[in-house]
């Protein structure tokens, strides 16, 4: 589940959800045509885990994240050639807003950086209109469905405990999809116990590069961050829904120990947790998407980066560069020499 906060789309998804909540396609419109649900399988609904098999895979996770320490300050790698430096540095994309996470090595990098590279472009007058048709959209039922109707009685019973404990009936989500409903109850349940996306370190960087000029680039467009989520089959995307559901009381610990390893600079520590297909709350079909599919698509795109002379920040979600399929990984697989854990 953490994963969904450190990887990458769950933090857009919590800020677009008033507007998602604003309008959309109605499930209970005459003129939608109505498809029959479909069903998943005995097997797959028998293997879902008790909250105490979970809370036990997060403990064990935790305990391997122990094991190991970093400098005591936020991880940042180099790459460069003669006439460019590229400064990689992880981020969190909501924050509580007392933590101090700034050091005297990543404000220089942001000093010193022409341009600002991030994920995604969230604050363009084209972003905006890509939110809605792009993203928001491709979270709601457009053939009738509704998440009701596609979830298993046993799944429902744990998943609308979890919204009426946030205040939220489950009916509220109706028109979205399983993981559109998923991001939403957790970034609902950590806005609620003091996280603020307004705290995270893009949103911070972006305000304070604009204010001085700074030129911004992005990995990837916003219609290819839904699709790592979109393009998931049902069933898995149902149990992300339900893993988020399990533990929501726990949601908000959970990501402040991760903030803890990555404020630590703990790269293996975030790879116990988040960043390996052994890590907490993913599959293999989550993992490669929200993960290694983007971190491939990202590589070409840096490297391309040192044609270019001058200084370039990149501040992408700290899963992304840590573990065996990193974007740093991945890069110094290719021969590159990176300064950095």
């Not at 905006?128 to 979270?139: E, K, M, P, S, V």
Request: hydrophobic share 45%; charged share 25%.
């Amino acid at each position: 589940m953490k994963k969904l906060h450190v990887g990458a789309g769950a933090a857009l998804v919590g800020l677009m959800m008033s507007l998602a909540a604003c309008g959309g396609p109605s499930s209970d419109s005459a003129d939608t045509p109505v498809t029959p649900q479909p069903s998943i399988s005995d097997d797959a609904i028998s293997d879902r885990p008790s909250k105490a098999e979970a809370l036990a895979d997060f403990e064990a996770a935790l305990e391997r994240a122990r094991a190991t320490s970093g400098p005591g300050a936020p991880a940042m790698w180099t790459l460069s050639d003669e006439d460019t430096t590229i400064n990689i540095f992880g981020t969190v994309h909501l924050l509580r807003p007392e933590l101090d996470w700034r050091t005297p090595i990543f404000d220089d990098a942001l000093s010193q950086a022409d341009k600002i590279v991030f994920e995604v472009d969230m604050k363009s007058d084209a972003a905006i209109r890509a939110i809605a048709t792009d993203f928001l959209a491709r979270g709601m039922f457009e053939d009738g469905r509704t998440l009701k109707g596609i979830l298993p009685e046993a799944d429902e019973a744990v998943i609308s405990a979890a919204f009426d404990s946030i205040g939220v009936p489950l009916d509220a989500m109706n028109t979205f999809e399983p993981w559109m409903a998923s991001a939403n109850l957790s970034m609902l349940k950590l806005t609620i116990d003091g996280y603020d996306p307004e705290s995270g370190v893009e949103t911070v960087i972006e305000e304070e590069a604009a204010a001085i000029g700074k030129a911004f680039g992005y990995l990837e467009e916003i219609s290819q961050q839904a699709d790592a989520f979109d393009l998931l089959p049902e069933a898995d995307q149902i149990s992300m829904l339900y893993s988020t559901a399990l533990l929501i009381d726990e949601t908000s610990q959970m990501l402040d120990l991760l903030v803890d390893e990555w404020a630590d600079g703990d790269v293996a520590g975030l790879e116990a947790l988040v960043a390996s297909p052994s890590g907490v709350g993913f599959n293999d079909a989550m993992y490669q998407s929200l993960l290694v599919t983007r971190n491939r698509a990202w590589v070409p795109q840096i490297e391309a980066m040192l044609d270019q002379p001058g200084a370039v920040l990149i501040a992408v979600g700290a899963g992304h560069l840590a573990g065996p399929d990193s974007v740093i990984k991945m890069l110094r697989d290719k021969g590159y020499t990176i300064e950095g854990p």
